[in-house]
């Protein structure tokens, strides 16, 4: 045999063999689903409430912030450098600008003027050296009334340090007797502003003589009493997004309304609540939680994706709700619920936005204890 002849004979056994390892290669495979993609690293810090499942009064819930990779306490909970404890101090609705000006918003019981009663208002927080700080923004009782829980405030622009610094908002009801009509109420106050009269122990408590001023009604959802179930805030701050919901038909809506006008276009129906509404910081897609998973889509209701959907089997279920945007848009933050013996279990976890695996953050903080996200800042 000639040597040409055994090299061409290597050569055809060697393709053959590549052959057999491809197709058993391909057999092996043939299928299964493609893995899910990797959750990248990430930057920032995420936010949210964090209070024991027996012990769900607002005034005891803590104020947790976290690194939204995965890390390990080992029982250093007040570490600087993973997790901060900040009181609560009976803050509803809760959003913060931490990476900006270090102040939370939300929504608190506070006196009327006069001690004729309480009202829900506006109001800021700031802590330094573990002393609490609150700046009153808003007095608008007892002719409006700011609705605390699922109503969170909003910053303009999210806190973002790279976005606009003009105002902060929340949604309220009119106290009329009747019909209770409502309104995302926006107050033109930056934090710098918040901040200093913080140092000077000064409250703004704008009053209804300021509609048309420092105050701006934006109406939303005119009759069959509808909630605004949050409000998320475009870029540029000339459009807002809120979710609504009808207690006479348990149906849900979102809208994306101009600011100016109030005009706003339904992008998305549903036929449950639809909870806890974000815009994502490259103004491309809307998040919120719907029917127990996570949907997105494009500001225009274009696109409508559900990259994390809700599961059930025999003997267990999972379920996703309250997502916020990574500051480069490219992933969310959310809750994961699974049942418990008593109640159910909350974890907050990330993931793509696009859906497939995710990072749980939270998973040796007790699993019983109550969860509630309140955003991702840079």
Not at 10 to 21: D, E, N, P, T
Not at 83 to 100: E, H, K, M, Q
Not at 315 to 341: E, G
Request: glycine letters at 10%; hydrophobic letters at 35%.
């Amino acid at each position: 045999m000639t040597r040409s002849l055994v090299r061409s004979r290597k050569v055809g056994l060697a393709l053959v063999a590549g052959m057999l390892a491809a197709a058993s290669t391909a057999m092996t495979f043939a299928g299964k689903p493609p893995s899910p993609p990797p959750v990248p690293p990430t930057t920032g810090a995420v936010f949210f409430d964090h209070a024991a499942q027996k012990a769900m009064r607002w005034d005891g819930t803590q104020k947790t912030t976290i690194s939204p990779d995965p890390y390990q306490f080992s029982g250093q909970l007040e570490a600087p450098s993973r997790a901060d404890f900040v009181p609560s101090n009976g803050l509803y609705g809760a959003a913060t600008d931490w990476a900006r000006d270090r102040l939370w918003l939300g929504v608190v019981l506070v006196p009327l003027p006069g001690g004729t009663g309480t009202n829900y208002e506006l109001c800021a927080f700031r802590q330094v050296a573990g002393v609490t700080k609150r700046c009153q923004i808003t007095s608008l009782g007892p002719g409006w009334s700011f609705a605390p829980g699922y109503y969170q405030a909003a910053w303009s622009n999210s806190g973002d340090p790279s976005g606009i610094d003009r105002f902060v908002s929340a949604w309220a009801e009119l106290n009329n007797g009747t019909n209770y009509p409502g309104a995302i109420i926006r107050v033109w106050v930056t934090g710098a502003e918040i901040n200093a009269a913080l140092d000077a122990n000064q409250d703004f408590k704008f009053t209804a003589a300021d509609f048309g001023g420092r105050l701006q009604q934006i109406p939303a959802g005119a009759g069959a009493y509808p909630e605004v179930q949050g409000h998320t805030w475009s870029r540029d701050g000339n459009q807002v997004a809120y979710a609504l919901f009808y207690n006479s038909t348990s149906s849900s809506t979102v809208c994306v309304a101009d600011a100016a006008t109030g005009a706003a276009q339904v992008v998305f129906t549903g036929s449950t609540s639809v909870n806890q509404i974000s815009w994502s910081p490259d103004g491309a897609r809307l998040a919120f939680s719907h029917d127990r998973s996570i949907w997105t889509i494009s500001p225009d209701g274009s696109n409508p994706q559900q990259p994390y959907a809700y599961t059930t089997s025999a003997n267990t279920y999972t379920k996703y709700d309250s997502p916020y945007w990574s500051p480069d848009s490219s992933q969310l933050v959310f809750r994961v619920i699974t049942p418990a013996k008593v109640g159910f279990n909350t974890q907050i976890a990330r993931g793509l936005s696009t859906g497939g695996s995710t990072v749980s953050l939270t998973s040796d903080l007790p699993a019983g204890d109550r969860k509630y996200l309140q955003g991702w800042t840079p």
